[in-house]
């Protein structure tokens, strides 16, 4: 890992970017090691003052790391990051629909609406200062890449979501919040309609993701060194259990899911009918949909957790 071939690009001008995270490399490499791990990248960003939590690092380790050596060499992050910007610099494209390099506020507020997430009046202004950093009111690309450097997804919703605090509705996992339903919706019933279709698409979605989510289990009990990795593992289930013991303990899966969507989208709309503003009843805020949605998480989970238990012991 010499790195000749970066630099030969850098110093030909051609390829400007990577020295500065070649330099930014360096910054979280405070052990000076040649290599970084989770826990450098959160204490490396915190020294230059972009913190990163433990999430978002492993991420980027996960992602970065090609030669699956459990940490990120110089080499590797470049490469990494050189990708993540470009994905970025497509979805300040998206955003920037009059193609001037800047986002101004209208065109948040058309991003976000493009996006299925309309702003409430003010917002798009309070999402701006957090970018623009130089105070001109619009957003650069350098803007938008500080902000979104160590953020690990890159397509434009989940962008758009992390920007606004609001958790995007993921089938696949436990948390996020329900769609919201136009009292229109509620009446003419085309609110059930979404949670059966909701229910069916997460079940396929977890029957499809079951044998790595049960990998995933069997490796935080028993650790990964005692099958020698991740092919040690899979053949360790395989020859235990047979090929179809890789979706055990799917349906268990399968059946919680009808329960805990009905449960959150009851406990989404108690709250938010509690807590909504009442000068303007039919908009909902940022912040209001974020407590109604932990409210409507923490009501799912705590009576779906036995059932959840009990697909944990599957697993194993
Ligand atoms: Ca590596
Ligand atoms: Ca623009
Ligand atoms: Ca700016």
Known sequence: MTGDSNKTADASGSNSKSWSYDSLFKKLDFRNSGKINIEDIQKGSRNIGLPVDESEASVLV???D??????????????YMTKHEQQLKKAFDTLDTNHDGRIDLVEIRGGFEASGMSL???????????????????????EWRKFLLF???????????YWS??????????????????ENELKSGLWWRHLVAGGIAGAVSRTST???DRIKVFLQVHGLKRFGGLKGCLSHMISEGGFRSLWRGNGVNILKI?????????????????IRSGDNPGEVRVSERFIAGSCAGAFSQSLIYPLEVRSFYCFL
């Open 210 to 212: 079951a044998p790595l």
């Open 120 to 142: 409430a009046e003010g917002e798009a202004s309070d999402l701006m200062s957090r970018v623009d950093s130089d105070g001109s009111n619009d957003i650069s690309f350098a």
């Open 62 to 64: 996960n992602l970065g």
């Open 165 to 182: 605090h609001r958790p995007v509705l993921d089938m696949g996992d436990d948390l996020g919040i329900p769609e919201d339903f136009t």
């Open 66 to 79: 090609k030669d699956a050596s459990g940490d990120v060499d110089r080499e590797e992050f470049v490469q």
């Open 151 to 161: 953020h690990p997804k890159d397509d434009i919703k989940s962008i758009l979501a």
């Open 258 to 274: 009808a329960p805990e969507s009905a449960f959150k989208f009851m406990g989404y709309e108690q709250v938010k009918r509690m």
